[in-house]
Nanobody, 112 residues
Framework: QLQLVESGGGLVQPGGSLRLSCAAS????????IGWFRQAPGKEREGVSC????????NYADSVKGRFTVSRDNAKNTVYLQMNSLKPEDTAVYYC?????WGQGTQVTVSS
């Protein structure tokens, strides 16, 4: 059974950093592109970043460009989202998605 599990969220002060993980089970991530999305309270879900199967190609939303970095470790069947210089507007539930399957999400709260 294909399953994605996000972790690494939490409460952080503005300017802080977090690293989210997306671990896959039931399939091998190697051959698939992975996306990160987020949904803030009262807002629609939005795309944050994506990474190609090889990791050689990445894309970012303008709102996170220069602050977030997506990477993958296919040996660990895991994709990461390193988030630096966090802002209150980054507060949201963050999800990873692959093959049309979504994880349960991890809450990120940026607040002083």
């Amino acid at each position: 059974q294909l399953q994605l599990v996000e972790s690494g969220g939490g409460l952080v002060q503005p300017g802080g950093s977090l690293r989210l993980s997306c671990a896959a089970s039931g399939f091998t991530l190697d051959y698939y592109a992975i996306g990160w999305f987020r949904q803030a309270p009262g807002k629609e879900r939005e795309g944050v970043s994506c990474i190609s199967s090889s990791g050689g190609s990445t894309n970012y939303a303008d709102s996170v460009k220069g602050r977030f970095t997506v990477s993958r470790d296919n040996a660990k069947n895991t994709v990461y989202l390193q988030m630096n210089s966090l802002k209150p507007e980054d507060t949201a539930v963050y999800y990873c998605v692959a093959l049309g399957s979504w994880g349960q999400g991890t809450q990120v709260t940026v607040s002083s």
